[in-house]
């Protein structure tokens, strides 16, 4: 495979979907006097005005297809909706052209160190918690919410660190990507509809450590076994090859590990209610009492602890980092409360879409659960998922594509009470005349929206309005 330039100036740029990120990297690529070709499947009425924002930027775009065109690039940046084992980027792969992805592109342009977090659940908020300890020392980017590239290119004055949520997926195409601190939360099954395999999904989150060095931070949950393992292939210098794509260059960065259930030799952990932290070096100390109701459930006790040691590695104060705990607001579509209506309480967890997220929403709640899940299957063990449902669950709400089969699983194992739902309305109603009271309508639903949905958020959205709809309807009686 090709190197990727070190100036783009003049460079033939090839990016294969034009979404947000696809657009962000346009406009970082052409402004630096690439030549930047777009390329998407879509055609003009599913895209919109972003060919028109992209023509403005000075870049080509081509839709309704891939032509030959596209290969004839110095890179091909590919959207992280993008498989590597798509037909077009393994012709890439095979020409030996650079195939990359926006983070390894904003990782080179940035000027500040990367504070980066993956995981398959947690990451959102462990990044969340982190850039608020940091405070205004730290922006907050990537998978989250603005694209990583347009972060770091923007104006960064007095700015110490960047805060990056990295999935999976961005992390397939990372040539030289080096945060100073790398965090990997936990490893569960998902997104195998993607990744061919359980172990190639754990090879690609392990590539967010590849090629840190002797001066970089490596965090790893020792709570999770995937997340534990991937910190043995480092701290053995032995992490996977990744076809295609550079070798690790494992040289020593500083490992540390977290666990609510027992000490660690460097890291943090819980010890009656207490946060304790061991730095390199250092004697054990307490760094704060645990006492945060508004981050509930034994998840963001495990999220806050690693936001805790992350930020203690960079300097943050533990004053700092009791603030942002104390202040922190959940983030839309995760365990957001948007309403209550005769002893029940409405919970929109949109974005749990995998079987542990969903475990982990319903362990938070003492009241009785109705569930509402279902949506468009990507790989999921649903007998599992059944399992975790019939344990927990007082009801289920079945919706979309997969509901069927998920409500087959959890009523082999025993769940009493199922009710099928052909709209998000009419499940709503559904799941609040089988609560009890005190009661709790979570819809946490642990498959992708796409069936019935624009995104996660759209289908968050018309859980609260359909919500609000017979909060409203019931107040009229």
């Not at 659940?121 to 730290?138: P, Y």
């Not at 945060?179 to 999904?201: F, G, K, Q, S, W």
């Not at 932290?277 to 690693?306: D, I, Q, T, Y």
Request: some cysteine.
């Amino acid at each position: 495979m090709k190197s990727i330039p070190q100036s783009w100036e003049g460079q033939r740029v090839s990016i294969l979907g034009l979404a947000r990120s696809g657009l962000a990297l346009a406009r970082v690529l052409t402004g630096k006097g690439a030549r930047v070709l777009l390329s998407d499947q879509r055609g003009p009425e599913q895209l919109g005005d972003l060919p028109a924002q992209a023509r403005a930027l000075g870049a080509e775009v081509e839709m309704g297809g891939h032509s030959d065109r596209l290969l004839d690039c110095d890179v091909l940046v590919i959207s992280p909706g993008v498989s590597l084992y798509a037909p077009v980027v393994q012709q890439a792969l095979q020409r030996g052209v650079a195939v990359t992805g926006e983070v390894e592109i904003a990782y080179r342009l940035c000027p500040k160190p990367l504070l980066a977090i993956t995981g398959t659940n947690g990451k959102s908020t462990t990044c969340s918690l982190l850039q608020q300890a940091l405070g205004i020392r730290s922006r907050l980017a990537g998978n989250i919410g603005v694209p990583l590239v347009s972060e770091v290119s923007g104006d960064l004055t007095g700015v110490d660190y960047v805060v990056a949520e990295i999935s999976s997926f961005q992390l397939e195409t990372v040539h030289q990507f080096r945060p100073h601190l790398a965090l990997l939360t936990n490893v569960t099954a998902d997104h195998l509809d993607r990744h061919r395999t359980m172990e190639e999904y754990v090879e690609a989150k392990a590539r967010l450590f590849a090629y840190q060095t002797e001066n970089d931070w490596a965090i790893f949950n020792l709570d999770d076994p995937e997340a534990s393992k991937v910190g043995d292939w480092v701290a053995q210098g032995k992490l996977p090859l990744w076809p295609h794509y550079p070798p690790p260059q494992t040289n020593g960065a500083k490992i540390l590990l977290y666990s609510v259930h027992q000490e660690v030799a460097q890291g943090a952990w819980l010890d009656d209610g207490w946060f304790w932290v061991r730095m390199p070096g250092h004697e054990a100390r307490k760094v704060l009492r645990w006492h945060f109701p508004n981050l509930p459930g034994p998840h963001n006790l495990s999220n806050a602890l690693a936001a805790c040691l992350s930020a203690l590695c960079v300097g943050a104060s533990a004053e700092q980092i009791e603030h942002a705990f104390a202040n922190y607001h959940r983030m839309h579509h995760r365990l957001e409360e948007v309403g209550a209506l005769q002893g029940v309480r409405f919970i929109d967890d949109s974005k749990a879409t995998n079987v542990s997220s969903v475990e982990s929403a319903l362990l938070t709640y003492e009241e009785p659960v109705v569930l509402i899940a279902g949506g468009r299957d990507k790989g999921l063990d649903l007998d599992e998922l059944g399992q975790v449902i019939a344990r927990h669950c007082h009801a289920l709400i079945s919706i979309g594509e997969a509901g069927p089969q998920i409500a087959e699983h959890a009523l082999k194992y025993g769940l009493k009470a199922h009710q099928r739902a052909g709209s998000m309305e009419e499940a709503v109603e559904m799941a609040h005349s089988l609560a009890p009271r005190p009661g709790v309508v979570l819809l946490s639903p642990a498959c992708t929206s796409f069936d019935m949905f624009q995104n996660a958020e759209h289908r968050g959205e018309v859980f609260a309005a359909s919500a609000t709809r017979l909060m409203e309807k019931m107040e009229e009686r």
